[in-house]
């Protein structure tokens, strides 16, 4: 058998050492999901269904405001118009038996991972779940923070170019541990979406009884606005396709939405202690997502050829090479800085999905970056243990929005509110200030509830 040919790779190296890095900002403005670039064949789909070459905003738009208007008509004439899926309102669901079957049929192997890994998950998420807090600053005062779990939720899972039993581990057991009583998967009516058996064999070992076969912006708008087939839900959690990310973005509002999530990124900081060939692993499993953005940044000038030629070599075994090529060369960038604190500095201005620290004392770094997403430190710590097993959510904000943004956990599904309880004498000694506040900015009524009450 011949050795697998190695790909000729274009990927791209900046010397940052001197002046700035313009390839990240470059890199963060390809990335942002700006909702106006379109695949040829995304355009021709677009002027069948529409009639016209509509950006995916005003697809988005479209699409919304009809499922919004005709409820399950709209759903199914878009479920066969643009996923070719012929489904009458009573198919839409997934019925209890196949999610049974599924379930009966899988490798067992594969269902004893799901259980290994929804019980790191839940333990996790369980740990930084918020609780009631309630204090008595002073006598006959008593004020709490409490927390309640969202009534329902709607998870969506991507179903295009694979199937995602992932995606439902690490959106529904968060969910199920801040309580969540009702969860409804959508994924759209493909081999690799809601007849994907692994993922429906996931959702009943997960207890997840409401699965649907719809995707796109169709199936945001349905969970978002409700039909007769689909109960409305308060939020909508999940990553998707550009259209599914802007429908999320459009009915936010509505509904609340976990982020308004873009291409998948990595930023690699390594050092001399690094392994060429693990980097190199790191930055593939990131750029296999196509697009996904796969990004190293070192202080040490020889990792940067070494870690290009098993970048190459590596490339050659993938099943997804030709894809992953094409991301690492309109994503992908070997940066060689001055030292680590510029690398450091860099990194924090990008602030990256996913960072992976593999470097002597990697906690001395991270404790210089506040924006990423999810960071993983150390050589033997791949993004993918978090991606799959170890216990944060892997749904996390990209395009620069970590500097805000947080990542999908437990606390997402949980909506706080304050309780306020004063006695008599309490409110008698709080009142003047009150009063006197309420005075001033011209609202007497205010005022007046506190003062009758003296």
């Known amino acids: 058998m011949s050795a697998p040919e190695i790909p000729t790779l274009n990927l791209q190296r900046v010397d940052a050492r001197v002046g700035s890095a313009e390839i990240l900002q470059q890199l963060r403005d390809k990335l942002s999901p700006q909702g106006d670039v379109v695949s040829p064949r995304g355009r021709a789909l677009t002027e069948e269904v529409f009639g016209a070459p509509l950006t995916p905003v005003e697809v988005v738009q479209r699409i919304c405001a009809e499922v919004q208007r005709d409820g399950t008509e709209a759903l199914l004439k878009f479920n ?53 807090v309630t204090i008595e600053p002073k006598p006959g005062v008593t004020l709490t923070q409490r927390y309640v779990p969202l009534r329902r939720v709607g998870v969506c899972v991507p179903g295009g170019a694979a199937a995602y039993p992932s995606t439902v581990l690490m959106t529904v057991v968060p969910a199920q541990v801040a309580g969540v009583q009702e969860i409804a998967v959508v994924a759209p009516p493909t081999p690799f979406g809601a007849y994907n058996q692994d993922m429906l064999a996931t959702c009943y070992e997960l207890g997840v009884t409401e699965v649907y076969r719809m995707g796109g912006a169709q199936a945001v708008a349905a969970l978002a606005y409700g039909t007769d087939v689909v109960p409305a839900v308060n939020k909508i959690v999940g990553p ?98 001055r030292d680590e ?25 991270i404790a210089k970056i506040k924006n990423s997403g999810a960071a993983f430190l150390g050589h033997h710590t791949p993004v993918a243990l978090g991606d799959y097993a170890a216990g944060p959510s892997h749904v996390l904000p990209t395009g620069g929005t970590c500097t805000w943004a947080a990542g999908l956990c437990s606390n997402s599904f949980l909506r706080s509110g304050s309780i306020t309880e004063f006695d008599e004498s309490a409110m008698n000694q709080i009142a003047p200030d009150v009063e006197r506040l309420a005075e001033k900015e011209g609202l007497t009524a205010h005022a007046r509830s506190v003062s009758i009450r003296r």
């Open 80 to 132: 066969q118009q643009l996923d070719k899926a012929d489904l009458t309102a009573d198919q839409l669901r997934v019925p209890a038996e196949d999610l049974a079957a599924a379930h009966a049929a899988a490798d067992p192997e594969l269902i004893d991972s799901i259980a290994r890994i929804r019980d790191n998950v839940a333990t996790f998420q369980q740990a930084i779940l918020h609780r009631d």
């Open 240 to 337: 998707g396709n550009l259209f599914v990310a802007l429908a999320k973005k459009h009915v936010y509002g509505t509904v609340d939405i976990d982020s308004f999530a873009g291409p998948s990124e990595v930023i690699v900081i390594a050092d001399q202690t690094a392994r060429p060939d693990f980097i190199a692993a790191d930055l593939l499993a990131q750029a296999e997502h196509s697009p996904g953005s796969a990004i190293l940044i070192t202080w040490d000038e020889s990792l940067i050829d070494a870690v290009s030629r098993q970048v190459a070599k590596q490339l050659a075994l993938l099943e997804r090479a030709e894809l992953t090529l094409d991301s690492l060369e309109a994503f992908g960038a070997l940066i060689l800085v």
């Open 341 to 365: 604190a510029q690398a450091c500095e860099l990194t924090d201005s990008f602030a990256p999905e996913h960072l992976h620290i593999e470097t002597a004392n990697p906690r001395d770094q």
